[in-house]
């Protein structure tokens, strides 16, 4: 076993504290330079805010420590393949390169449904590298759903 | 001319100011039993947070408001046809009724593009009516982007 890239494991070890705190497991950082300047776990309920997916958390977190809105210098690492919701925010903070780790055939944009990367309305189209980390990402999410059916 | 619904008005007013403040003039409320719970304007800029789109701005501070992550008794009414990530916040949040003014065949992910609220990704569909306020959103934003350009 290889061990996995420093930003994915920050991410999964994001995404196992969402977890541990009742929240799904998805977590995600983001990466500036070789850099973690931003790391965000799943946390809705918690938070009393359906907007609070990991990468939504990360990138205003990124946003609000570099004082600018757009992060054309960064990568984002995340758990799970990004929603729309999440596709659409990190089209918007104009994210580089986005590394996600298990596919999401359920309610994932990146590869599913709308793909929303390939869509004219798209504005920002960052590189895109799947399955990193994939084994542990979804290993989490199946335990997590497992002890709660 | 009739009057605009209360919601769409002060939206519109909303948007005004988020156009005053330089930003793209958009504006939202969030609407529990024919009472305005929030209001949300466009501040990406101001606020350094891409993800500051109108909606998501409304849809927080609702939720905050009310102690949870879902808005199933809530209606959104926003001057401009949401994007990816608005329409994916708008189903996480189970709006139940979608008001927007202008449509947006740039940007717009309700009826052009993604036509996110149809994939079968889509968990959450709510009703959805558009045109009501269009003129004057329109022209908003029209003469926002005349003078920058």
Chains 1, 2 share one sequence.
Not at 15 to 30: D, F, K, S, T, Y
Not at 118 to 135: D, K, L, S
Request: hydrophobic content about 45%; aromatic content about 6%; charged content about 20%.
């Amino acid at each position: 076993m290889f061990p996995l890239p420093a930003p994915m494991r920050a991410a999964l070890d994001a995404a196992i504290q969402a977890g541990l705190a009742g929240e799904v497991p998805v977590g995600a950082v983001v990466v500036q330079g070789g850099t973690i300047i931003a790391t965000g776990a799943n946390a809705p309920r918690r938070l009393h805010d359906p907007t609070a997916h990991a990468e939504i958390q990360a990138i205003r977190a990124a946003a609000l420590a570099l004082g600018r809105d757009r992060l054309e210098d960064c990568e984002l690492w995340v758990t799970l393949e990004p929603c729309a919701m999440c596709a659409g925010a990190i089209a918007h903070a104009r994210i580089a390169r986005l590394y996600y780790a298990a596919s999401d055939p359920k309610g994932g944009a990146v590869e599913h449904g709308p793909r929303f990367f390939g869509q004219p309305t798209c504005h920002h189209r960052p590189e895109v590298y799947a399955g990193i980390g994939e084994g542990e990402a979804a290993d989490l999410l199946r335990n997590f759903f497992a002890v709660r059916r």
